[in-house]
């Protein structure tokens, strides 16, 4: 309705991504990536009976598994009170009083917080990258960084559906409860519904479908960004045969990621504005 | 006659099937200090939050200084605006001065004003404490510098004192004196009457969502009608006495507190009343005319 001003924005989101520096969040998180990475990396093959770096794929893929459980708990964590937060507290009302509209208070909260967190997953994860290069080939470190990448990616999109959540609920408690059962839901479960349609279906009825149902997952969309780009894996999971061509091509599913950075956001500042 | 700087007609609100305000009607003249009286769910928060464009109006329309607060021209229209929220919330995590720095950035106020207003408020020796710390009335104090960012034109104070220490108080009132000195219209909300009737400019009392009267405290006064207290002490036997002088004239009653005599009456006896005490000579010691408070006015309305 109105033009968007960017300094207000910005301003928001500098005050968001300060806070986050300044009481240690970051640096926490990042820790916490820093020395899961460093263990998968090294102790990764230890059921194998090995221990030590062996491949970045092995890794890469061992990472996935982890990350596409920590990030999105990370994202919610980190969003679910941008917006009832300030509202329980009593400060959303002075703020709305000022020369900002209700989409870039909105807009500038996500910026913020979304910096916070690509700055900790790239100063966790690149910390492991930069510990490991002496040992990596060009094309490792590349498919290194694409993981990272789509890591922050990932954590983007749940932080937009954690945005959303806060907007919508009524308190703080309640906001925590769907930001944990948000992740329940696309985490755990979602993946067991597939499987379970899948299995009672015994595949007869719209296989064909189903590849594309994991689209509705951003966590699923990591995983298959992350494993299509790694031949080693991809033939570790033995996925290359089931998998329609349309879905392996890394920028559709880039852009399916940024599709669901940006529509919860879209549905949060709609909803706010009402 | 001074332009009218808030200006609210037919203005409702609807809560489902709770109608909160009920067509008010209300014009605020630039420079006035301007109060707004009424108690719990009366709807002055509701009109207050309307007001500021924090929740839509149902029916009706505000204009504050010509325009929407919510229309095209809202960012212009909100520099001009200064806000105090009751129990004013701000970010526990910040200091004082960077408190306002965030504040003055989204007013685009330059960064060098806010040290003089943490002077002003009496805050400059916390400016580089964190929130916190500080004392639910300091919190309150940083929450009028912010109102004060950016030199508003129009403040809007809910509850302002609440949580201010009497001295405190007293500074608050020089602080919004000086500013209605350099021609800021002020509207704030009390429920300490007492507090605020020898300081507003006018006011309006609020009840069951609509405004039941406005005017200066003395107009309200006048057009309830409300009996006056004439307090009067004087030596032995001035109770028989005053009762003999008195005779004849509409009197409510005569209370004895023990030190003076509280003698109630209507308005329009007060002068003859007066002229006939007078006759009392030496008997009489003090005699002070009573005024019926704020306080009364409010309650009377809401009988």
């Known amino acids: ?274 | 006659m001074a332009s009218t700087i808030v200006e609210a007609r037919g203005v409702t609100k609807d809560f489902g099937s709770i109608q909160a305000v009920k067509g008010v009607d209300l014009s605020i003249a630039a420079g006035e200090l301007f109060g707004l009286i009424g108690h719990n769910g009366a709807g002055k928060s509701t009109l207050f939050k309307m007001m500021l464009g924090l929740i839509p109006v149902t029916r009706g329309e505000i204009r504050l200084d010509g325009e929407s607060v919510t229309g095209p021209r809202f960012r212009d229209t909100r520099r001009k605006i200064g806000y105090l929220p009751e129990n004013v919330v701000l970010y526990d995590n910040l200091t004082g001065i960077e408190t306002l720095y965030f504040f003055a950035d989204l007013k685009a106020v330059p960064r060098s004003s806010c040290a003089a207003l943490l002077e002003k408020v009496g805050l400059a020796h916390a400016a580089g404490r964190r929130v916190r710390e500080y004392s639910k009335g300091m919190r309150q104090r940083l929450g009028f510098a912010q109102a004060l960012l950016g030199k508003p034109r129009l403040l809007f104070l809910d509850e302002p004192t609440t949580g201010l220490d009497p001295g405190a108080i007293r500074d608050f009132y020089r602080i919004l004196r000086e500013l209605r000195d350099e021609g800021v219209t002020m509207v704030l909300t009390s429920h300490i009457l007492a507090e605020i009737q020898e300081r507003v400019d006018r006011l309006a009392i609020m009840e069951g969502g609509v405004i039941r009267a406005t005017g200066t405290v003395q107009s309200l006064r006048e057009a309830m009608n409300l009996p006056l207290t004439l307090e009067i002490a004087g030596g032995a036997g001035l109770r028989e006495q005053v009762a003999r002088v008195l005779e004849g004239l509409a009197i409510d009653g005569i209370d004895d507190s023990g030190h003076s005599l509280h003698i109630r009456l209507p308005r329009e006896a007060k002068m003859p009343a007066l002229a006939r005490l007078a006759t009392l000579g030496e008997t009489l010691r003090d005699l002070h005319v009573r005024e019926p408070s704020l306080e009364d006015v409010f309650f009377g309305y809401r009988t």
């Open chain 1, 1 to 274: 309705m109105f033009s968007i001003d960017f300094r207000q924005i910005g301003i928001v989101a500098g005050k968001e991504f300060w806070d986050r520096i300044r009481n240690r969040w970051v640096l926490a998180v990042a820790v916490v990536f820093t020395v899961f990475a460093l263990v998968i990396a090294y102790f990764g093959a230890a059921q194998q009976g090995t221990v030590g770096f062996h491949s970045i794929d092995v890794t890469i893929a061992s990472l996935v598994s982890l990350v596409i459980y920590l990030i999105p708990l990370i994202a919610l964590i980190l969003g679910f009170d941008a917006i009832v937060g300030e509202r329980e507290r009593g400060s959303l009302d002075l703020l709305l009083t000022l020369p900002i509209t209700r989409k870039e208070l909105i807009l500038g909260k996500y910026a913020g917080l979304a910096g916070a967190l690509a700055f900790s997953t790239i100063a966790g994860f690149g910390a492991v990258g930069v510990i490991l290069s002496p040992q990596l080939g060009l094309n490792a470190l590349f498919h290194y960084a694409g993981f990272m990448a789509s890591a922050i990616l990932l954590g983007f999109a749940f932080l937009s559906l954690a945005v959303m959540l806060s907007v919508f609920a009524g308190d703080r408690t309640r906001a925590s409860g769907m930001a944990i059962g948000t992740w329940f839901f696309f985490v755990l479960v979602f993946d067991l519904l597939i499987l379970g349609a899948l299995v009672v279906t015994a595949g007869d009825y719209g296989g064909a479908v189903f590849p594309y149902l994991l689209l509705l997952n951003p966590a699923d969309v990591f995983r298959v960004l992350n494993v299509f780009s790694l031949d080693e894996v991809r033939t570790l999971y033995g996925l290359a045969t089931v998998f329609p061509e349309a879905l392996s091509h890394p920028a559709t599913l880039g852009g399916v990621m940024l599709a669901w950075i940006a529509g919860p956001l879209m549905v949060a500042i709609w909803r706010f504005e009402r």
